[in-house]
């Protein structure tokens, strides 16, 4: 339960681990690659009104605008944000800032926070479809995986990468690497998102629009930044991906089903 693992949180919030090289291989049917705040587990409000407390006692922003700010530049990772909202701000003060947002996020959001009540049956279904699942997040990579344990999603996912593996874009070229040729798609809540699947070699994005108080990031917005397609919920997301990719050019198709490599999914 997470209320005993506060304490095992905080130990790893700020541990950056060198990635060993992996090398890159063949997968049955494609990758999927999952954001995870406000995509898998359903926190960003949670973690907005963090944030928005966070930023009005350092910098003195209101903390309804800098709810505001911190919404419409989540999907990198809190550091970026605060060098892109404050850029005259001293690095010192931004680095405090992010530790602190960092601590009160695993007592705050995470401690509360839990998946989207649809993600179990959905990583369910692609996982028994063949495809690769993978996590792209701007939180600690340790932090993501205590939660995604936390709430028995982990086992899903062949890897996952976070802040201390590089930006989300850095994320998409290491997994291309990682799985050269395969069929990709990133599932993502934000504009950030949309953009660095646009800007990664022949990755598909799809988005998960939000409604929050004072804040509504609609599925037009994310098809706005590149989404194919976008919805509220990923309820329909399997079949969405079977669409999309059947509707691309022959060469580009996934390949047919072959046996998978982790037995025991079902």
Same mark, same amino acid.
């Given at each position: 339960?997470?209320?005993?693992?506060?304490? #095992?949180?905080?130990?790893?919030?700020? =541990?950056?681990?060198?990635?060993?090289?992996?090398?890159? #291989?063949?997968?049955?049917?494609?990758?999927? &690659?999952?954001?995870?705040?406000?995509?898998?587990? /359903?926190?960003?409000?949670?973690?907005?009104?963090?944030?928005?407390?966070?930023?009005?006692?350092?910098?003195?922003?209101?903390?309804?605008?800098?709810?505001?700010?911190?919404?419409?530049?989540?999907?990198?990772?809190?550091?970026?944000?605060?060098?892109?909202?404050?850029?005259?701000?001293?690095? &010192?003060?931004?680095?405090?800032?992010?530790?602190?947002?960092?601590?009160?996020?695993?007592?705050?959001?995470?401690?509360?926070?839990?998946?989207?009540?649809?993600?179990?049956?959905?990583?369910?279904?692609?996982? #028994? #479809?063949? +495809?690769?699942?993978?996590?792209?997040?701007?939180?600690?990579?340790?932090?993501? /995986?205590?939660?995604?344990?936390?709430?028995?999603?982990?086992? +899903?996912?062949?890897?996952?990468?976070?802040?201390?593996?590089?930006?989300?874009?850095?994320?998409?070229?290491?997994?291309?690497?990682?799985?050269?040729?395969?069929?990709?798609?990133?599932?993502? /809540?934000?504009?950030?998102?949309?953009?660095?699947?646009?800007?990664?070699?022949?990755?598909?994005? &799809?988005?998960?629009?939000?409604?929050?108080?004072?804040?509504?990031?609609?599925?037009?917005?994310?098809?706005? +930044?590149?989404?194919? +397609?976008?919805?509220?919920? =990923?309820?329909?997301?399997?079949?969405?991906?079977?669409?999309?990719?059947? =509707?691309?050019?022959?060469?580009?198709?996934?390949?047919?089903?072959?046996?998978?490599?982790?037995?025991?999914?079902?």
């Amino acid at each position: 339960m997470i209320g005993g693992a506060t304490s #095992q949180f905080a130990e790893v919030a700020h =541990l950056v681990t060198a990635e060993p090289v992996v090398s890159p #291989q063949q997968v049955a049917r494609g990758v999927v &690659v999952f954001d995870l705040d406000g995509t898998i587990i /359903d926190d960003i409000g949670l973690i907005s009104h963090v944030a928005a407390d966070v930023i009005s006692t350092a910098f003195g922003t209101p903390a309804a605008e800098a709810r505001i700010h911190y919404l419409a530049t989540t999907g990198m990772p809190f550091e970026a944000q605060l060098a892109q909202l404050f850029p005259a701000a001293p690095a &010192v003060l931004r680095a405090q800032t992010a530790r602190t947002f960092h601590q009160r996020k695993i007592q705050e959001a995470y401690k509360h926070a839990k998946p989207f009540p649809e993600i179990p049956r959905v990583l369910r279904t692609l996982s #028994q #479809q063949q +495809w690769t699942l993978v996590v792209s997040t701007g939180a600690e990579r340790e932090m993501a /995986d205590l939660v995604l344990e936390r709430e028995g999603l982990r086992y +899903w996912f062949e890897s996952v990468l976070g802040s201390g593996q590089g930006t989300k874009r850095e994320h998409l070229i290491e997994y291309r690497r990682r799985y050269p040729e395969a069929p990709m798609v990133l599932v993502g /809540d934000s504009r950030f998102d949309m953009e660095a699947a646009a800007s990664a070699p022949d990755v598909l994005p &799809v988005g998960r629009a939000s409604s929050l108080q004072d804040w509504t990031l609609t599925p037009a917005d994310l098809k706005s +930044w590149g989404a194919v +397609w976008a919805d509220y919920s =990923l309820g329909a997301l399997p079949e969405a991906i079977e669409t999309l990719l059947r =509707l691309r050019p022959e060469g580009k198709r996934p390949a047919a089903p072959r046996k998978s490599a982790r037995p025991g999914k079902k």
